[in-house]
């Protein structure tokens, strides 16, 4: 079983910053796409930053230039840098990934963490 858990989310004024972790654990022979998506109430699921397996990423627009994607392949573990935070980044964010455990990749969730951008 493969579990992802974040963690870094919180409370923060607006213009501040927050770092997100995930870490994925558990029978993992390779982990190709993993990235960050969010809820805020009322509204669908978005993607907000993804990378793969080969360094690329790639944003929502709303992000592009405040928000950094990366990830420690050694560790099993994606990070979003959140920087300039704006009240509509409120939301719940959720970690993704695409792990391959015996021959073919499967999609994973992680539970989420609450990130509210207060003035």
């Known amino acids: 079983q493969v579990q992802l858990v974040e963690s870094g989310g919180g409370l923060v004024q607006i213009g501040g910053s927050l770092r997100l972790s995930c870490v994925a654990s558990?029978?993992?022979?390779?982990?190709?796409?993993m990235g960050w998506y969010r809820q805020a109430p009322g509204k669908q699921r978005e993607l907000v930053a993804r990378i793969i397996s080969g360094g690329s990423t790639n944003y929502t627009d709303s992000v592009k230039g405040r928000f950094t994607i990366s990830r420690d392949k050694a560790k099993n573990t994606v990070y979003l840098q959140m920087n300039s935070l704006k009240p509509e980044d409120t939301a719940v964010y959720y970690c993704?990934?695409?792990?391959?455990?015996?021959?073919?990749?499967?999609?994973?969730w992680g539970q989420g963490t609450q990130v509210t951008v207060s003035s």
């Open positions: 993704n990934a695409d792990v391959v455990t015996t021959v073919y990749p499967y999609n994973y």
């Open positions: 558990g029978y993992i022979r390779s982990i190709n796409d």
